[in-house]
């Protein structure tokens, strides 16, 4: 064990001493301060293992085509679970509390049911769904772009987080009905004027809802060249 591994144990063990670690789903008591579910609620996760269409929404038997909307524009997305408890708590601890190191455990969980299915993709860099400079400032830090940092080094693909911009400060999607959200969002996302030459693009965010959110952010990846090949997301709602 290396000695940068023996400071990060001891650090470790003198957390799990003086806060002990608590389930983001129950709030039940850990022993490992790496985990972020009690085994009662990793249990608890309703699974997506398959693709879902990113335009409409509906499950795909494979990432090439949607027999639903059957559009030739595809673009498949996959989630580690729906949005529902634990998942859901866990998630909004994650991007409410600041609870980061939940980041590290949805990518090692997301990796573990869909990486032949990722890397059969052939992406080769990952962009995450931007926060407006405003919210940044609020927030502290961008869920979206902190679960896309951990799937970028287990994917062993970059991360390029200011290919993307957010221009205009928007009201909360879960806020609004179905219909609304993609009025909302319509030409906020804008390429900072960076090209992408091609390149195979995964758009990661925390939940996809409607869709109308990596639509849009898809879009403004292919004005700026890019080809984006999948969406991932913690959860899923609405299956």
Request: glycine share 6%; net charge positive.
């Amino acid at each position: 064990m290396g000695y940068n591994s023996k400071i990060r144990e001891a650090a470790l063990s003198l957390l799990d001493f003086l806060y002990p670690g608590a389930c983001l789903g129950c709030n039940d008591y850990i022993e490992n301060h790496e985990m972020v579910f009690c085994a009662a609620c990793e249990k608890k996760i309703a699974e997506v293992d398959f693709f879902i269409c990113g335009i409409c929404g509906a499950p795909m038997s494979n990432a090439d085509k949607c027999t639903s909307c059957q559009t030739k524009d595809t673009f498949p997305v996959l989630a580690l679970g729906q949005y529902q408890d634990p998942l859901k708590e866990a998630i909004h601890q994650f991007k409410f509390q600041h609870i980061r190191r939940a980041s590290e455990i949805l990518a090692v969980k997301i990796m573990e049911l869909h990486r032949d299915k990722i890397e059969k993709l052939n992406p080769e860099l990952i962009i995450p769904v931007p926060l407006h400079s405003i919210r940044m400032k609020v927030r502290g830090f961008n869920q979206a772009e902190d679960l896309a940092r951990s799937l970028s080094q287990k994917l062993d693909i970059p991360l390029y987080a200011d290919i993307i911009e957010k221009r205009k400060q928007t009201r909360d999607q879960a806020r609004l009905k179905a219909e609304r959200r993609l009025k909302n969002l319509k030409g906020v996302f804008k390429s900072s004027g960076k090209s992408l030459q091609g390149e195979r693009v995964i758009i990661v965010d925390d939940v996809f809802t409607t869709g109308a959110t990596m639509r849009e952010v898809r879009m403004a990846i292919l004005e700026a060249g890019g080809k984006p090949v999948l969406g991932l997301a913690a959860a899923v709602a609405g299956l």
